[in-house]
DNA sequence: CCGCTTTCGATAACTATTATTATATGCTAA
DNA sequence: TTAGCATATAATAATAGTTATCGAAAGCGG
C-alpha cells in the first residue's frame, strides 16, 4: 500500500484529488518513458480499470498538465498529442514517417550542435533540426489576464 | 509577368505541375514569416481565387512539403498544422495559451542556454524550453524501405 | 455519516484532416 | 497545335483525435 500512498501523496500535493482512475493513470505514468499517446495510456488502465472511459483519460491528462504532473506536446505521429511525465528539459527525437517518439539524453548546452552526434543509434539522416522554446504566455495572452 | 515566372520556376524545378492554385498558395507562402496555418492560407488564398477549395489547399501543402518547399510542424495551435517556408534551421516560439508561433532569430549554437536571453519581447516566463529534433527515419521505418 | 463539490462515464458534438470520385486542366509528344 | 494521358481540382463524405454535456457516482471536510 505504500506505493498507492506516494503516488496519492502527488495528487494532493497539486491539489488534486484523489480517485481509483487517476491514481491508475499516474502510476502507469510514473518513470514512463515512451511518450504514450492518450489512447496508449487508455489501453493500458483499462487492464485495471475495464469500465475507464476515454474522455476520463483525457480529462485527468488536461488536469495533470495544469497540475504540471506531466508535458503535452503535439509534434509527434500525425495530431495524436504524447504525454511525458519527465518535467526536466529535454530534446525529443521524431521519425518523420512514423512519428516515434524518443528522448535524447542531451539536455545541455549545444543542443543543435550535438544534435547530430548524439542521436540513438537507429535514428540517422537528419533532415532537420526543430527546435520549439515554449513560453507561459506571450504578451497579448498576458493582458488579458486577470 | 516576372514575378509568376519566378514562382512557377520554383514549381516546376521540384516536378511540380504549375497551376494557378499552387502558385496563388505558392506566392502566399513565399518570404511569409507569419506560421499560417491551412485555414488561414485558405482565406488568403480565397481572395484572387474564390473557388478554391480547402481540400486542395491541404493537398497542395501536402506536395509542397514533400517538395521540400515548406516545413511542416504541429507545435503550436491546438491540433492546427503550421507551414514555414524558410527552410533554414530556426527555434520556434509558441505561446502555450494562443499557440501562438514566432521565430527566434537565433540559429547556431547554445540553442537552450540562449533562448531565455533571445526571447522577443512580448515573450517572457519560460516554462519549458522543448526541443524536437526531426530525423528522416527510425530504424524500423527504414527497414520497411524500398 | 452528511452534504457539497468534483469526477466519472455515456453520449454526442466538434475540428482538423484525409479519402473518394467525377470533371477539368497541365503537359508531352506527334 | 492538338490528341491523349496523367495529374489536379472541387464537391462530398468519411475519419481521427479531442472536447462538451449531463446525470449518476464518488471523494472529502466537517
Given amino acids: 500500500m505504500k506505493e498507492r500512498d506516494r503516488l ?11 480517485t481509483p482512475q487517476r491514481l491508475a493513470i499516474l502510476s502507469f505514468l510514473d518513470g514512463n518513458t515512451d511518450h504514450p499517446t492518450a489512447e496508449d495510456i ?4 483499462k487492464a485495471q480499470h ?8 483525457y480529462k485527468t491528462l488536461e ?3 495544469e497540475a504540471d504532473l506531466v508535458w503535452r506536446f ?3 505521429q500525425k495530431h495524436k498529442s504524447h ?3 519527465n518535467s526536466r528539459t529535454h530534446p525529443h527525437v521524431v521519425c518523420t514517417r512514423c512519428g516515434s517518439v524518443d528522448d535524447l539524453p ?7 550542435a550535438d544534435a547530430e552526434k548524439s542521436l ?6 537528419v533532415l532537420r533540426v526543430e527546435v520549439c522554446v515554449v513560453v507561459g504566455l506571450c504578451e497579448e495572452c498576458d493582458d488579458h489576464d486577470e
Avoid: K, M
Fill in 8 to 18: 496519492a501523496d502527488i495528487l494532493r500535493r497539486r491539489g488534486l484529488r484523489v
Fill in 42 to 45: 487508455y489501453a493500458a488502465v
Fill in 50 to 57: 475495464p469500465a475507464i472511459s476515454l474522455n476520463t483519460v
Fill in 63 to 65: 488536469a495533470f498538465e
Fill in 74 to 76: 503535439r509534434a509527434g
Fill in 83 to 85: 504525454y511525458d511525465p
Fill in 106 to 112: 542531451d539536455d545541455g548546452e549545444n543542443l543543435q
Fill in 120 to 125: 540513438p543509434d537507429g535514428h540517422h539522416d
